[in-house]
């Protein structure tokens, strides 16, 4: 299962950019989790939002109300809405997959996307 990540770039404070993150693969594979993670230059990763398969979303206490993550189940991609950017939210995100192929459990990660809010 491969995760491809886009929708990064730099935008000014206030502003809004919006991530995507496809999962793909050559074989059968179902998602029970997916999401987004970010690190900043200096700082540990850190989570910022889930998508479970049923829809149900999660966010980290510092995003909540100004990002939103929804789904596509049928093609496998989930979308990071991300609304009022600070500049505290530059950062590398990473999307983030917990993927059952077969009846094992796998975690995946996708190449990170910049995205940068200048003040």
């Known amino acids: 299962v491969q995760l491809q990540a886009s929708g990064g770039g730099l935008v000014q404070a206030g502003g809004s950019l919006r991530l995507s993150c496809a999962a793909s693969g050559s074989g059968s594979f179902s998602i029970n989790y997916m999401g987004w993670y970010r690190q900043a230059p200096g700082k540990q990763r850190e989570w910022v939002a889930t998508?479970?398969?049923?829809?149900?979303?999660n966010y980290a206490a510092s995003v909540k109300g100004r990002f939103t993550l929804s789904g596509n189940s049928a093609e496998n991609t989930v979308y990071l809405q991300m609304n009022s950017l600070k500049p505290e939210d530059t950062a590398v995100y990473y999307c983030?997959?917990?993927?059952?192929?077969?009846?094992?459990?796998?975690?995946?990660w996708g190449r990170g996307t910049q995205v940068t809010v200048s003040s």
């Open positions: 983030n997959a917990y993927v059952v192929v077969k009846v094992a459990n796998y975690e995946y």
């Open positions: 998508i479970a398969s049923g829809g149900r979303t």
